[in-house]
Each structure stands twice: as C-alpha cells, then as structure tokens.
C-alpha cells in the first residue's frame, strides 16, 4: 500500500518536471510578452502570426490557451483557439485549423506537443495568409468556378439581384433638392452668360469682335477700309455688293438669269414676238 502511494507520487513529480521543462523551453523560444503570456505556472497564452517580425503584412492570426492537466502530457492539455483579429479567418477555417490542433495532440500524446502545436499553426498561418474577403468577393468567387454551371444555376443570379438590392437599399427613397434649386434652362443661360464674361475679362476666352456684328456693320467697314470690292460693270466710284464679304459664293449666273427674265417681260409689253 505505502509502496503504491510512493509510485504515484513519483509519478505526479514526473509529470510536474516535464511541464516545467517545456514551458521554460517555450519561454526561450517565444518572446514573452509579445508571443508568450503566462497565466499561472501551468497555464499560458501563445500568439500566432504568419510572420512573427512583420516583415511581411499579416491577414491572420490566432491565440492558443493552454492549460496543464494532473498528468500532461500522458493525457490531452485543455486548449482553447481564437482569432487574434475578428473575421479575419472564416468559420469553415478556424473549424478545420481546430481539427488539426485535435490531430497533432492525439499524434503525440505522451510526450510534450505544444510545440508540435505551434509549429503546425504557424505554417497553416503562412499558407492562408489571406485578407479576409467581403460577402460580395466571396460570391463571386463562388460563381467564378465555372461559366457553364453559372449560366444554368437561377441560384446564382438571385443571389446577384439579393446583393445589389442590399447594396442600393435605401437610394430610391432618397429625397429630391428642392425644386428652387433644380437647374432650368434659364438659370443655366444666365449662369453660361456670367461665366463666359469672367472668362473673356480674365484673358481665358477672347470674344470675337465681328461676332454680333450685322451684315451692314461689316460691309460699311469693308468699305472704309477700300477693302470693298466691285462688280464687273460697276462704274468709277460706285459702291456695288461682294458677295465674298458675307461667306456667300458669287452667283453672277442667278444674276444674269434675272436681267433675262426683265428682258422678256418688257418685250412682252411692248408688244415685240
């Protein structure tokens, strides 16, 4: 009986010096603090990054929690696994990177593992090393797969009108301006009207002089300036129509069509076949 009692008090010593062993090994191999919280002598905090230095961007990152039982590590640690960011991991993930916790324990029972653990968790970090995507990424991602199955899937199409309608909800409900502030025609003619002033009294526009001018205006000036032109059977001094002068085409044989038809008209007065 008392050599029964000795045996287990051995046994618990064991067990005790083991996890002394591989906390102070865990201590010199994660940065306490910063990678490693220790709650009591048998319980600890572990923080998981891809890369621990962040010389590269981190998307994700998880927290283990770690408690000693009596006999650790003849028998399974209690663990808890969490995210270090919210939703930066998808449940499906977490859900699958806990069975792997679950598997590296039931693999090494009987000798220390938290390492093992660690080890496993920060290559998995490594490889979904991903920003975390929106509801609307996410779809498409699904529906990208393949284009056939696409076109013959209504689910996916429903699914595209539900998000738009999430995303626009509200925008039609939206209120109007008020009806004095609404731009009309008129408002927008005087606004045209003070904007092409400043522009021409800045020196960004330049207004053309002969813009508003009439047709008699230029003609008059044309004349002044001996710039007028004259017909062929204009006589000395007499001021006759250039067409050129108004960006008309001279049609001396319309002209000509007209002294035809006076011709006929008096001829036909008088009386002449």
């Not at 207004?207 to 008699?216: L, P, Q, V």
Request: net charge negative; charged share 40%; proline share 3%.
């Amino acid at each position: 009986m008392g050599l029964g009692s000795s045996s287990a008090r051995h046994s618990m010593t064991n067990y005790k010096e083991e996890q002394e062993l591989e906390l102070e090994a865990l201590e010199s191999i994660f940065e306490e603090g910063k990678e490693l919280e220790k709650i009591s002598p048998t319980e600890f905090l572990l923080k998981f990054k891809p890369f621990p230095q962040d010389e590269e961007e981190n998307f994700v990152g998880v927290i283990l929690r770690v408690a000693y039982t009596d006999e650790y590590p003849e028998t399974a640690p209690e663990w808890e696994l969490k995210e270090m960011w919210e939703n930066a991991i998808s449940d499906d993930k977490l859900a699958e990177l806990k069975g792997k916790v679950e598997e590296a324990i039931e693999s090494s029972l009987g000798m220390a593992m938290v390492y093992t653990i660690a080890e496993m968790l920060q290559d998995w970090l490594k490889e979904n090393n991903v920003k975390a995507l929106s509801m609307h990424e996410e779809m498409m991602k699904r529906m990208g797969g393949d284009e056939a199955e696409e076109e013959d899937d209504p689910d996916n199409e429903a699914e595209v009108d539900k998000l738009e309608e999430e995303e626009w909800k509200g925008l039609k409900e939206k209120p109007m301006c008020a009806v004095g502030d609404r731009i009309t025609m008129d408002n927008f003619l005087e606004w045209k009207k003070r904007f092409d002033d400043e522009m021409v009294a800045n020196g960004t526009l330049r207004r053309e002089d002969n813009k508003a001018k009439t047709g008699k205006a230029i003609f008059l000036e044309a004349q002044a300036s001996g710039e007028c032109g004259k017909g062929k059977d204009a006589k000395e001094g007499e001021m006759v129509y250039n067409a050129a002068l108004f960006g008309e085409e001279d049609n001396d044989d319309d002209l000509d069509d007209l002294d035809d038809d006076d011709s006929e008209e008096e001829k036909d007065k008088a009386g002449y076949p």
